[in-house]
């Protein structure tokens, strides 16, 4: 039996100004992409994207995401909560990102950049996919220093004492979460993408890989406690993974049709 390192979430502080891990996570998640992004350009692998049009989508990508995913854990996860107190919607450094909303978020983010460039959505969408995973890895080792997100309750060696979850030893289910959908879904885009693909195809990846490897995860991730366990024992996250695998299939079929 492990016992989580309880890092301190505060990083820096400098007087009344405190930067934490979680937002030190996010800006090296957005640094990663970024850096990628102007390396596949470089590399001619980014097909009618120019540096120009990158630097446009990235700006949009990161308010996708921010608002996104803030709007998303609002919406998805505590609706009654924030309606009845909705100055509280603006306390982000509280804690309250979903991942599907970011991804809805940076959805709307590229549709206004591919209108405003007349480039092809999914084009966008394909430069975009190998990008996500390194940042969504960041993520969750910010989820990791906060001590949040625990696993549910397992006997395994390797499983680990969260403060404010109980005696009971569980599942370290934020590195899982970091090794599938971070590093794995990377490693298996990266790869993939490397090779000139029918437009959609690298999109559709993303959108089966992520589906597949966070529905997995959740089976070793304690549901929310306001939420528990929905409809089949799914939970919110796994019901949320479906339509992305779904849609994944449908649009892989389509992309590949051509070929």
């Known amino acids: 039996m492990l016992i989580h390192p309880q890092i301190d979430p505060i990083a820096i502080a400098i007087g009344p100004l405190a930067?934490?891990?979680?937002?030190?996570?996010?800006?090296?998640?957005?640094?990663?992409?970024?850096?990628?992004?102007r390396s596949r350009i470089k590399r001619g692998m980014s097909g009618n994207i120019s540096y120009e049009i990158f630097d446009d989508l990235f700006f949009f990508s990161v308010l996708g995401v921010v608002?996104?995913?803030?709007?998303?854990y609002v919406l998805?996860?505590?609706?009654a909560y924030y309606f009845s107190h909705p100055l509280e919607i603006l306390s982000v450094w509280q804690g309250g990102m979903a991942f599907h909303g970011g991804f809805l978020g940076v959805l709307v983010a590229m549709l206004y950049i591919a209108?405003?460039?007349?480039?092809?959505?999914l084009e966008i969408t394909d430069f975009i996919a190998p990008l996500t995973p390194l940042a969504l890895a960041a993520g969750r080792i910010g989820n990791f220093i906060n001590g949040?997100?625990?696993?549910?309750?397992?006997?395994?060696?390797?499983?680990m004492v969260f403060r404010g979850a109980g005696p009971l030893p569980r599942h370290p289910s934020q590195l899982y979460q970091f090794a599938l959908e971070g590093v794995l879904l990377f490693v298996i885009l990266w790869l993939y993408s490397a090779k000139p693909?029918?437009?959609?195809?690298?999109?559709?990846?993303?959108l089966?890989?992520?589906?597949?490897?966070?529905?997995?995860?959740?089976?070793?991730?304690?549901?929310?406690?306001?939420?528990?366990?929905?409809?089949?024992?799914?939970?919110?996250?796994?019901w949320l993974s479906l339509p992305m695998i779904i849609i994944g299939f449908v649009m892989l079929a389509w992309a590949t049709r051509k070929v």
Not at 76 to 79: C, D, E, G, I
Not at 115 to 121: A, G, P, Q
Not at 197 to 206: E, I, K, P, Y
């Open 76 to 79: 998805f996860y505590k609706p």
């Open 197 to 206: 693909r029918s437009t959609g195809a690298v999109s559709a990846v993303f």
């Open 148 to 159: 949040e997100l625990w696993g549910r309750v397992t006997d395994l060696p390797w499983g």
């Open 19 to 37: 930067v934490r891990w979680y937002g030190l996570m996010y800006l090296v998640g957005f640094a990663s992409a970024f850096l990628l992004a």
């Open 208 to 238: 089966i890989g992520y589906g597949v490897l966070r529905f997995i995860a959740e089976f070793f991730r304690e549901p929310d406690n306001f939420l528990g366990l929905l409809a089949f024992n799914l939970s919110m996250g796994q």
């Open 115 to 121: 209108r405003k460039h007349r480039i092809r959505w």
């Open 67 to 72: 608002l996104g995913g803030r709007l998303g």
